[in-house]
């Protein structure tokens, strides 16, 4: 893979899927920054290498936004709304205005490239997980943001709608990516969530792409790049 020459701040960083975030951008030796509610969090998961590389904030807080951007050439937005913590803010609260401020902070900060991980589903409002907050129609308004600002000459985007996120080591299974909210149900292990968000950074046919994506069948992988290259991929 085409290395990337820039920092990447990870908003998310301590969750499931930001952590393995972390973990590939370190296998590439791509440098980055942490975006996280709690430092100590942080400091268990990745150890004390990564005390400098640390902004503690809330995307709910534009100064600490603010505070964050300024380390980043790219975001990779690993953030969800909790539906099932009735002390935690809403889905409308971090999947819809939270990725929205993020998303024009980084703009404005004159970031070239934002990767959000949303998840499968987003465009279907009858959707049993909108039961919960309207979770998936959130993703989908924090979505369209990122897409409205980072289209534009200059900038781009990336957005993964990930199936069920599962547990499990990266590169072992072939994968269906797709357009068009297609793919009404599948798993996909978090590693290669991550692996593609990271790839996205240097892979010019994943810029300016909404995609869906699922595992398919077991079989070692070594890159997922080629993926991007399919015919299919001519819907942005």
């Known amino acids: ?21 972390v973990k590939r951008l370190q296998h590439y030796k791509i440098d980055f920054h942490l975006f996280v509610r709690s430092g100590n969090k942080a400091l268990e998961l990745f150890g004390p290498e990564v005390v400098d590389k640390l902004t503690i904030g809330s ?11 300024g380390h980043a050439a790219a975001v990779i937005c690993a953030i969800g709304g909790s539906v099932t913590d009735p002390k935690a803010p809403p889905p409308s609260a971090i999947d819809r205005d939270g990725v929205k401020r993020l998303a024009l902070i980084a703009k404005e900060s004159g970031v070239k490239h934002f990767i959000l991980i949303s998840s499968l589903g987003v465009t279907k409002p009858d959707h ?23 289209s534009e000459q200059g900038y781009s985007y990336t957005i993964l709608r990930p199936g069920g996120l599962i547990d499990g080591p ?3 299974h072939t994968l269906l990516f797709d357009t068009g909210d297609k793919i009404s149900t599948g798993v996909i292990d978090r590693s290669d969530v991550a692996e593609v968000a990271v790839i996205s950074l240097s ?7 909404s995609f869906e994506l699922i595992q398919s069948n077991e079989a070692e992988q070594s890159t997922l790049t080629p993926y991007f ?5 001519t819907t942005k």
Request: proline share 6%; net charge positive; glycine share 8%.
């Open 170 to 172: 990266p590169l072992k």
């Open 59 to 69: 995307i709910e807080h534009p100064d600490e936004i603010k505070a964050a951007i």
């Open 203 to 209: 892979t010019p046919e994943a810029h300016n792409l």
């Open 128 to 150: 049993p997980l909108n039961k919960y907050g309207q979770v998936l129609t959130m993703k989908l308004e924090g979505e369209n943001e990122v897409r409205r600002l980072f």
């Open 1 to 21: 893979m085409k290395s990337f020459n820039g920092t990447v701040l990870v908003v998310g960083a301590t969750g499931r899927t930001g952590v393995w975030v």
């Open 229 to 233: 290259k399919q015919k299919e991929f």
